[in-house]
Nanobody
Framework: QVQLVESGGGLVQPGGSLRLSCAAS????????MSWYRQAPGKERDMVAS????????NYADSVKGRFTISRDNAKNTVYLQMNSLKPEDTAVYYC?????????WGKGTLVTVSS
């Protein structure tokens, strides 16, 4: 059974940091590219960052470049999103996605709230 379980969300003040984790099981994690998406209230779900299966290639949305870092540990079947210099507009539910050859798996999300 495929599972993607996000964790690490919460309430943080503007300028603060959070580290999200996404633990994967039920598929060959090291063969899948991984992405983080986010969805703010009333808005569409948008890609935040992605990483190739080996971890050598990464891509970021312009809005988070220089502030967020995606990484993965294939030995632990986990992908991470380090978020620094958080802004109120980063408030959203954050989802991880695994994808390969037209197959997508999604987690259920973790809420990040940036507020003073």
């Amino acid at each position: 059974q495929v599972q993607l379980v996000e964790s690490g969300g919460g309430l943080v003040q503007p300028g603060g940091s959070l580290r999200l984790s996404c633990a994967a099981s039920g598929f060959t994690f090291s063969s899948y590219a991984m992405s983080w998406y986010r969805q703010a209230p009333g808005k569409e779900r948008d890609m935040v960052a992605s990483i190739g299966s080996s971890g050598r290639s990464t891509n970021y949305a312009d809005s988070v470049k220089g502030r967020f870092t995606i990484s993965r540990d294939n030995a632990k079947n986990t992908v991470y999103l380090q978020m620094n210099s958080l802004k109120p507009e980063d408030t959203a539910v954050y989802y991880c996605k695994a994808y390969r050859a037209g197959i997508d798996y999604w987690g259920k999300g973790t809420l990040v709230t940036v507020s003073s």
